[in-house]
């Protein structure tokens, strides 16, 4: 019977620590973490005033660099793009035999 009562007690500890160290992750989240956060409750909650101030902040980046292609974007391209190429010439040889 003590067992019980000691696991009992256990989870009734950890239920009350686990919001408290959540509210302090929260805290600690990097800011884009907390923008994406507090837009997904207001969209959640229907809060639509307080979704349009998180959603007009802009910040981070938008894409890869300042623009422009190096040697090392080149080579990943080709990379992925003759394989793709080839395969989409095979198919439309195929496709040409059937008609």
């Not at 256990?10 to 884009?32: G, K, M, N, Y």
């Not at 409750?41 to 639509?48: E, L, M, N």
């Amino acid at each position: 019977m003590s067992l019980r009562r000691a696991t009992i007690l256990t989870i009734l500890a950890v239920s009350t620590l686990l919001p408290a160290l959540a509210v302090r992750a929260q805290e600690q989240a990097p800011p884009h973490i907390r923008r994406a956060q507090t837009f997904l409750v207001a969209w959640g909650h229907q809060k639509w005033d307080e979704l349009k101030s998180v959603a007009a902040v802009q910040s981070g980046s938008f894409g890869i660099g300042k623009g422009g292609l190096d040697v090392r974007a080149a080579l990943f391209w080709a990379f992925v793009g003759v394989p793709l190429a080839w395969g989409v010439w095979k198919t439309l040889e195929s496709a040409a035999k059937i008609f």
